[in-house]
Structures are given as structure tokens and as C-alpha cells.
């Protein structure tokens, strides 16, 4: 079981900065109810309260959207709402609940936030990679 990886920063794009430098973890599982596996790049950002998915995420999964918690959202992307699930989700070989609000706005990308994150990780920022570290 690895208990620490480093991973370097993945260059985008972007129309109005030109190239940036983003924190994309390369695999992150999640795991619907049924054991479901799906296999996600999500950006690692710990100034986000919560991991927002886009709702075809959920549905692949095999859960029913609605029935998650309604909750508004807002942040870099804009504004709106979308629904709680708390799914299971696997980092570094370490399976977890992850409370995951998935989104029906299919252009978010998905961001793994810090709740149900930091129970179980350290997530370091460096100059020219970024750490996930097992508590």
C-alpha cells in the first residue's frame, strides 16, 4: 500500500491566462453502491469545501441524483446547485467516504475538495509538483 506519492503539475491552457500550471490527480476511484468502479482525474483543491462531479458521474455509478441532499454551490465556475451523495472512493489504495455534490452542468470539472479528504490525507503544494501523503 503506497503511502505517499508526488505527482508533477499538469500544463493547460486556458484563453484567458494562457498556460497554467494544474494539481490533476491522475486516478482517483469512485465507487458506486453496487461496487461500480470509475476512474477520475480530478483537480486536487483544498480551498474547496466539497468534491463537485458532473452529474453523468453519478448516474454511471448508479445512483439516483435527486436523492442525494439539494445543495447550492458556488466558486470559480459560477453559481448553482447540485446534489450531496457520500460515495466510497479509493486514493493510494486506501478506500474512504468521500461526500461527493454532483452537479447537472456537465462542463464543471470535476475537483476533489477537502471534505471527507483530509480525514485521511496530507495534501502538500510545491513549487513544481504536488503530495498526497496517508494520515
Known sequence: MTRVRCFPYTLEFTAGLGAVDRPILPELYLIGPQGQRLRTQPYVDMGADFSIYPASFARILG???????????????????????????????????????FVKEEQVPAVLGRAGVLDHFWVEYRRDRFCIRRR
Open 63 to 101: 445512483l439516483q441524483l435527486e436523492a442525494g441532499k439539494p445543495l447550492p454551490i458556488s466558486g470559480l465556475y459560477g453559481s448553482g446547485s447540485g446534489y450531496l451523495h457520500v460515495v466510497q472512493a479509493e486514493l493510494l489504495g486506501h478506500i474512504f467516504e468521500l461526500p461527493v455534490i
